[in-house]
C-alpha cells in the first residue's frame, strides 16, 4: 500500500506526517497538493491523509474553506470507493466540514490553544486503524484551538451504537474522567469513523510521536495496526 498526504494553505504538519510514514515506518508516500485532482494512481489499498495545520487560517471555521479545495472532490470519490482516509487534527475538522464525518470540532471549552501530550484509550477492534491498538493507554501530543468533538445526543448515541468511536481521552490508567479530557468533547471523544470504516478523524498527532528521537513511539501502534490490518 501506498499513503497520500495532501497539503494545503495553512498545512504545518504535512511535513511530520511525511516524515514519519517514511523514515519511521518505512512506507511509500506521495505528496499532493490541494489544487491537484489526480489521485487516479491510489487504489482501494492505498490510504490519503489530511495532516494537521491551519488551513486557510482557520477563517470561518476550521476546514471550512479547505474542504473546498479541488483534492477533497477527488479525496471524497476515493473515500466513496473504499478508499482510506485519515484527518488528523485540522485533517478531522476538514472531514467533518466535508461530511465526510459527523459532528463537528468546536473552540476548547477554555478558550485555550492546548498543546500537551494526552493518554488516549482505544475503543474499537473493529477498524483497520484501531485493531492492533489494545491494552494499555497510548501517550500522543494534542496541538489544537479548536478540538472539542460536539454531535447532537442522536449522533453520538449512534456513534456508539455502530462502534464508530475509535479513541476516548482518558488518564495514565485508562480511566474517562473530566480531567483527562483536555477541550471538553462530548464524551471524551478524540477520534471517530463513518459506518463503513474507512475515513478516520482524530484530534491527538500521532505522527509526533513515532520516533525514538522523540522518546515516543506509541503512535506507531496506530500506523502500524492501519498497515497490518490491509
Ligand atoms: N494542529 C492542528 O491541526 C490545529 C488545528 C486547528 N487549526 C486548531 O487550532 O484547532
Redo the contacts with the bound molecule.
Sequence with gaps: MKFGVVTFP?S??DHDMIDALRYDLGQEVIELWHKDKDISTFTTQDCIIL?????YG?YLR??AIARFSPMMQSVIEFANKGGRVIG??????ILCEAGLLPGV?L??ENQQ?VCKNIFLKSENTATSLTKDVTGRPLMIPV?????RYYADDATLDSLFKYNQVLFRYCDEFGNIVDAANPNGALRSIAGICNKERNVFGM?P?PERATSAALNNRDGQLIFQSLIANN
Design positions: 495553512g504545518n504538519c495532516p494537521g495545520g491551519f488551513s482557520d476550521c476546514g488528523v487534527c485540522n485533517g478531522f475538522q470540532l473552540r476548547n490553544f496541538a489544537h484551538g479548536e478540538g484530534m498527532h
